[in-house]
T-cell receptor, first 113, second 115 residues
Framework: QQQVKQSPQSLIVQKGGISIINCAYENTAFDYFPWYQQFPGKGPALLIAIRPDVSEKKEGRFTISFNKSAKQFSLHIMDSQPGDSATYFCAAPGSYNTDKLIFGTGTRLQVFP | EPEVTQTPSHQVTQMGQEVILRCVPISNHLYFYWYRQILGQKVEFLVSFYNNEISEKSEIFDDQFSVERPDGSNFTLKIRSTKLEDSAMYFC?????????????FGNGTRLTVT
């Protein structure tokens, strides 16, 4: 079964700084890598996702960088804001031809003014 | 924006009791899921459901768990005889088509506390 390793466990960033969260996966056969954002008391919400046919995807201040050869993908949050303070999860398909997502262990981001 | 709704938001039960967690998925979605999150840990897949049957389940989803879509709108998770280790946040999710062709939409969860 696919494993997804996420780091760091927690991250403290000053307002305006760049937040970087990394994930590593095992199986190169899979083709979908989403990031979810979770605020306290809420369910995870899809933030941004990438397929491995591109090396980068940007949506506003959020960018996913994908390195297929290293089997890694990372989330960059530019100009981090206090409102970005949340837990971020990367995910990957659990296996081939599945609806199951395997989540990383999460990164708790705190952005201080 | 349409959303997945879950009830109750918090359920306290005694060990050995049955609980039913309820969800109303987004109305035009065809795929339904339950995930759980033990406090402070990662989100774990339990089961997926399509066309009125389970399409996939994890090793966590043993004989004590069952899912049902009793009518056209509700999707339920039943735990027959709860254990202390079932205490967790349970999230229902739905998607229009299969992941990754459409995103998962999660509800806000039911916090289950087993005493």
């Amino acid at each position: 079964q696919q494993q997804v390793k996420q780091s760091p466990q927690s991250l403290i960033v000053q307002k305006g700084g760049i937040s970087i969260i990394n994930c590593a996966y095992e199986n190169t056969a899979f083709d979908y890598f989403p990031w979810y954002q979770q605020f306290p008391g809420k369910g995870p919400a899809l933030l941004i996702a990438i397929r491995p046919d591109v090396s980068e995807k940007k949506e506003g201040r959020f960018t996913i960088s994908f390195n297929k050869s290293a089997k890694q993908f990372s989330l960059h949050i530019m100009d981090s804001q206090p409102g970005d303070s949340a837990t971020y999860f990367c995910a990957a398909p659990g296996s081939y031809n599945t609806d199951k997502l395997i989540f990383g262990t999460g990164t708790r981001l705190q952005v201080f003014p | 924006e349409p959303e997945v709704t879950q009830t109750p938001s918090h359920q306290v039960t005694q060990m050995g009791q049955e609980v039913i967690l309820r969800c109303v998925p987004i109305s035009n979605h065809l795929y339904f899921y339950w995930y759980r999150q033990i406090l402070g840990q990662k989100v774990e897949f339990l089961v997926s459901f399509y066309n009125n049957e389970i399409s996939e389940k994890s090793e966590i989803f043993d004989d004590q768990f069952s899912v049902e879509r009793p009518d056209g709108s509700n999707f339920t998770l039943k735990i027959r005889s709860t254990k202390l280790e079932d205490s967790a946040m349970y999230f229902c999710a739905s998607s229009e088509t299969t992941v990754p062709n459409s995103p998962l939409h999660f509800g806000n969860g039911t916090r289950l506390t087993v005493t």
